[in-house]
């Protein structure tokens, strides 16, 4: 019984001495180290840069003149905008297809330039007949293709009546096939030469009945020098009176706006300072300038509100 106690007691001795050689003893060779925990570093700090008033009136002007895509816009597969002079026209477009972007009949290219030709593939044909000049069914056809998707940039085309200035992005799948412009300005010049050749002293419209006419039209919005006077219709016509300062400087076109408040170019004729439309409008709106736009609206009112004025 003796001997079993001191052997307890001794094994009790020796097991701390075995613990702390276990635990001071080197690890096996062929236990591999640890890896060192990663130091964590503090983030560089980015400074922020403020935007210049500069750069945001820049950025204010540029979001302000360019000119999106409208569903009124389209004439089949071609997205028309109304040419305005500094205005930036937005062209979707997608990898893997080609838009078009025709200039008007008879225009002579004279360069193409685009901020980034590495991932733009960019090109020019004609299609139509040759000779360049105001009747020249000819036409110069500028081809753009991205080469991926979610790229953007800008393309400047100058040719010997106007310079185009064009914001491209890219798309996964949706291009607009092609796009072209009106030319109000053109129109107008037209216009006049025609309206030139006839009587001043003819009536703006024959057959005329008093009775007929509708002058509940209210005129509102912006007070350029060419606002218009008045405007009325006989059920069929609508007649645009301007003041007679209308032939000294630019002439406004005629938009319809829609119940959508969606805007597209009226056909009318100029006549003496008369606009004549063939057709009857709820709300049309004359623009002219892009910086500072002068808007006026003409809005048809109800007769039973504002009555027939008669002589």
């Known amino acids: 019984m003796k001997s079993a106690i001191l052997a307890a007691a001794g094994l009790a001795l020796a097991a701390p001495a075995f613990a702390q050689t276990a635990a001071i003893a080197p690890a096996s060779p062929s236990t591999p180290p640890l890896p060192a925990a990663p130091v964590a570093r503090p983030q560089a700090h980015r400074r922020h840069v403020p935007v210049s008033p500069a750069e945001r009136r820049v950025r204010t002007a540029n979001r302000a003149a360019t000119v999106e895509p409208a569903t009124g816009g389209y004439v089949n597969a071609v997205q028309v905008y109304p040419w305005s002079d500094g205005a930036i026209y937005h062209v979707l477009t997608a990898p893997g297809q080609v838009t078009d972007i025709a200039l008007q009949p008879g225009e002579n290219l004279g360069a193409v ?51 185009y200035h064009l914001a491209l992005t890219s798309t996964a799948r949706t291009a607009m096939a092609a796009l072209s412009w009106t030319y109000p ?6 216009l006049k030469a025609a309206a030139e050749t006839v009587n001043p002293a003819q009536p703006v419209a024959s057959g005329l009945s008093i009775e007929q006419l509708h002058f509940g039209y209210t005129i509102s919005g912006d007070r350029p020098n060419w ?10 016509q609508t007649f645009i009176e ?54 006026v609206r003409i809005t048809r009112t109800d007769e039973a509100q504002t009555g027939r004025r008669r002589s």
Not at 185 to 190: H, N, P, V, Y
Not at 227 to 236: S, V
């Open 113 to 163: 330039a685009s901020g980034d030709t590495v991932r733009w593939v960019i090109g020019d044909t004609t299609s139509g007949g040759s000779g360049g000049g105001p009747g020249d069914a000819r036409r110069t056809h500028v081809l753009v293709k991205p080469i991926g998707a979610g790229l953007s940039t800008n393309l400047v085309i100058t040719t010997n009546r106007r310079t």
């Open 185 to 190: 300005a053109d129109q107008l010049i037209a």
């Open 227 to 236: 606002r218009p006077l008045r405007a009325f219709d006989d059920g069929r």
């Open 242 to 295: 301007f003041p007679a300062s209308l032939g000294e400087g630019e002439a406004p076109p005629l938009f319809l706006v829609d119940r959508k408040g969606t805007t597209s170019l009226l056909n009318y004729r100029v006549q003496g300072r008369y606009y004549v439309v063939d057709r009857i409008f709820d709300v049309a709106e004359l623009r002219l300038g892009l910086k500072r736009q002068d808007i």
